[in-house]
């Protein structure tokens, strides 16, 4: 073990004196990301967000050309778990995921809520109701979904996205909807609702987003994104990113590589 630590210690010393501002070769990745406003969405423009912004941030740094594509959350988590070379961004981190791919961040951290209407909180807060035995509404495949589940909420509703739940919220199809503080406003505004329309029922827990990299990444290249946010983090440029798009947050001062062995 010392001397794999080792190794990768001298994979990142080279790699940071290659930072910045050169012409780091960087391996190729296919990068995927999600419409999961502000971290990651479709403007006008093309891929936006704050986490956009942090991994072209660390493409210039390393080399990396390569586009960042928006699709769908069951397709970019089947890659990053299935196929080689992958990055898909953001990611909540957890125990279970740490088995399956390797995480490099955090790049913001969120809370995960119960929220309802405006206006029933305080019945279902009540003491003779038990809101575990209720509907929750919840984004298929998220980890706001494991969350959920893990505190013993069961009857998940699932929807095949962050706004098609928040609808069927509104449609009383439930009256629990968890989701992810850092998104569930824009998520609001994209189905004509607002911060105004909703209540907190309760908070499960706080949630770490990552940088996830499929399993037979090359540890060199690990460590050239990792040096990279690093230095990011060194230097200030992540936390005026941070400040762009999630004023009032404390930015996450660390950096933590989480690397997971393939057959674990």
């Known amino acids: 073990m010392a001397s794999v630590q080792s190794g990768l210690g001298i994979i990142i ?15 190729k990745l296919t990068i995927y990301t999600e419409d999961w406003p502000p971290m990651n969405f479709q403007s006008k423009t093309g891929v936006d967000g704050m986490a956009v912004d942090v991994v072209k941030s660390l493409q210039k740094m390393i080399g990396n050309q390569e586009p960042i594509q928006l699709v769908p959350w069951s397709r970019g988590y089947k890659a990053v778990l299935e196929d080689e070379n992958v990055l898909l961004f953001s990611l909540g981190r957890s125990p279970e995921r740490e088995k399956l791919m390797h995480m490099l961040g955090p790049i913001a951290i969120s809370k995960t809520v119960i929220y309802t209407r405006k206006g029933e909180a305080a019945r279902l807060r009540m003491p003779d109701v038990d809101i575990y035995k209720m509907g929750v509404g919840a984004y298929r495949g998220s980890i706001f979904a494991d969350a959920a589940r893990k505190k013993g909420f069961y009857k998940l509703v ?12 509104f449609a009383k199809r439930f009256d629990l909807w968890v989701e992810g503080s850092m998104a569930v406003n824009a998520v609001l505004q994209e189905t004509g609702h607002s911060m105004a329309d909703i209540e907190e029922v309760m908070v499960l827990d706080s ?12 540890p060199a290249t690990l460590a050239l994104w990792e040096a990279a946010l690093r230095q990011m983090k060194k230097d200030g440029s992540f936390q005026k990113i941070h400040q762009k798009w999630l004023p009032g947050d404390v930015p996450p001062p660390q950096v ?3 690397d997971a062995s393939p057959g674990n």
């Open 13 to 27: 010393a080279a790699a940071i004196l290659l930072l910045p501002g050169t012409f780091a070769y960087a391996q």
């Open 158 to 169: 699932q929807a095949d996205s962050p706004q098609n739940s928040s609808k069927m919220l």
């Open 207 to 218: 949630l770490e987003l990552y940088l996830a990299f499929s399993i037979r990444t090359s």
């Open 256 to 258: 933590i590589r989480v």
